[in-house]
C-alpha cells in the first residue's frame, strides 16, 4: 500500500459520493483502506496528502481517513455520510467505546467557514432518542480539523460561549494521529485515550502535544562515547562526525499553538529576527554549536526553512519565544509554500530510516530536535 499515493488510490476507486452498494467508490475506498492502511505512518502519509490538495475527493477521503484512525484507537466505527439528507442522521463518524461511551465525529478541512453547534448536537440528541445512546452522560460531540487556524479558533469560542465544554471537544487531525501513534508504540491504553478526549477544557491539543514532547524526548539518547549510527538498531537521534569542532546537522519540529501556525512561527523568529529557541531538557541542548546547520520541520506539512547556527543556545530572553535557550543564525532560506514533504519516498531515502519499514509510525523522527547526517539534511532541504 505505501507504493500507491492517495491520489492514485482516489484514480482507481472513482468519485467518493453516498451513492449505495458495496461496489460504490466511497465502500472500495472504505475497504482499501480498512484492509491495507494497516500502520499509522501509512495514514499519516495519506492524511498530509489530504492536507495539501484541495477539493471535494480529499475532503471526503480525510473524512474516511479521521474514522479509520478511531479504529485505531480501539473504537467501533460506523463510517458515516459525506452529505446529510433530510430524514437520516448526517454525522461524519460515530464511533462506539467498548465502555460504553460514544463519540460522534464531525471533520472539518479549516475552520474558516461558519460551524453551527446545533448540527452535531442534534445528532447526538438522535442518536439519544434512537436509544443507541442512554444519555449526554456517556456521549461526546468531537470535531476534527484539518487545518487549525489560531487566529480564527471560532469552534472552542463557540464551545465555551454555548457552555457546551462538558457535550463537545476539538482536535486536530494531527494530535489524533499522535495519539493513534502513542496507541501504537507505547502501549497507550484506550480508557487513557478517553481520558485524553474528556479534558477540563474544550481544546485538546496542548495535552497531546504535551505527551509527545515527553515520549519523544524519553527515546532521545544522551551523549555517551559510543555514538548511534545510522542503520544501528534504536532510533538515530546522535550521528558520528569527524571531529568535534565539525559542523554537525540538526532537525528540529515546530508546531502550532492556540496563537500562531507553525508557518507564522518560522517566518517571525527564523526569517525576521534570525534566531531560534529551545528548552532546558531538549535533546542536543548542550552540542549545538556555531558552523552547525539546522532545519524546520512544520508539523503536518515537511521542512520548510534552514538556516546556519551563528551562536550555540545561550540563556536569554527574547520578546518572540517562550522557551530560554536561545541562539542566533545566519544564512536563513524560508520556503513555507514550497515544503519538503517526508512522504515514503523521502523517507525511505534518508539514513534515519535505513532498515526500517516505512509503513510504519514515523513522527518520532519530527517529535524532538535531534542531530542527522549531512546527507539526510541536504536531502531535506531546498537550496
Known amino acids: 500500500m505505501s507504493s500507491i499515493t492517495l491520489t492514485e488510490l482516489l484514480d482507481v476507486v472513482g468519485k467518493l459520493d453516498d451513492s449505495p452498494g458495496e461496489n460504490s467508490a466511497r465502500e472500495r475506498f472504505r475497504r482499501r483502506i480498512k484492509s491495507k492502511l494497516i500502520d499509522t505512518g501509512q495514514v499519516r502519509d495519506y492524511v498530509e496528502e489530504c492536507l495539501r490538495v484541495s477539493g471535494e ?11 479509520h484512525i478511531g479504529c485505531f484507537l480501539g473504537f467501533d466505527v460506523i463510517f458515516g455520510r459525506y452529505q446529510g439528507v433530510k430524514g437520516e442522521i448526517g454525522f461524519d463518524g460515530y464511533w462506539s467505546s467498548p465502555t460504553g461511551f460514544h463519540i460522534v465525529i464531525e471533520v472539518k478541512t479549516t475552520e474558516v467557514y461558519s460551524i453551527r453547534s446545533t448540527t452535531l448536537i442534534g445528532y447526538i440528541d438522535q442518536l439519544i432518542s434512537d436509544e443507541k ?3 449526554w452522560d456517556n456521549a461526546l460531540g468531537l470535531y476534527v480539523i ?23 471537544r476539538i482536535i486536530s487531525v494531527e494530535s489524533l494521529l499522535t495519539l ?26 496542548h495535552i497531546v502535544s504535551l505527551m509527545a514532547r515527553l ?5 532521545a539518547v544522551v551523549v555517551i562515547e559510543e555514538p548511534i549510527i545510522p542503520g544501528q538498531q534504536g532510533e538515530p ?4 562526525t569527524n571531529t568535534e569542532t565539525s559542523e554537525s546537522y540538526w532537525l528540529t519540529s515546530v508546531t502550532s499553538d492556540e496563537n500562531e501556525t507553525a508557518e507564522d512561527c518560522i517566518q517571525t523568529i527564523v526569517g525576521q529576527d534570525g534566531i531560534y ?15 552547525d546547520y539546522i532545519c524546520f520541520y512544520a508539523t503536518g506539512k515537511g521542512v520548510v526553512a534552514h538556516a546556519r547556527v551563528k551562536s550555540p543556545p545561550e540563556r536569554r530572553t527574547h520578546p518572540h ?33 535505513q532498515g526500517k519499514d516505512p509503513r510504519k509510525p514515523w513522527a518520532w523522527f519530527v517529535q524532538a530536535t535531534r542531530q542527522i547526517t549531512k546527507h539526510d539534511f541536504e536531502s531535506l532541504i531546498r537550496t
Open 57 to 67: 475527493q480529499y475532503s471526503r477521503a480525510l473524512q474516511d481517513l479521521v474514522n
Open 133 to 135: 445512546i442512554s444519555g
Open 146 to 168: 484539518g487545518k487549525p487556524y489560531p487566529d480564527i479558533r471560532q469552534l472552542e469560542h463557540m464551545i465555551v460561549a454555548e457552555k457546551r465544554i462538558n457535550q463537545l
Open 180 to 205: 493513534a501513534e502513542m496507541v501504537n508504540q507505547y502501549d497507550v491504553t484506550h480508557e487513557s485515550i478517553l481520558a485524553i478526549l474528556k479534558p477540563s477544557s474544550p481544546m485538546i491539543d
Open 215 to 219: 515520549t519523544a524526548q524519553s527515546k
Open 237 to 240: 537521534d546522535i550521528v558520528k
Open 277 to 291: 529557541a529551545i528548552g532546558e531538557r531538549t535533546p542536543g541542548r548542550k552540542r549545538i554549536k556555531s558552523g
Open 321 to 353: 519565544v517562550d522557551l530560554p535557550w536561545v541562539f542566533n543564525l545566519e544564512q536563513a532560506k524560508l520556503y513555507l509554500q514550497e515544503p519538503v514533504v517526508l512522504d515514503s519516498e523521502k523517507r525511505s531515502s534518508l539514513d534515519a530510516f
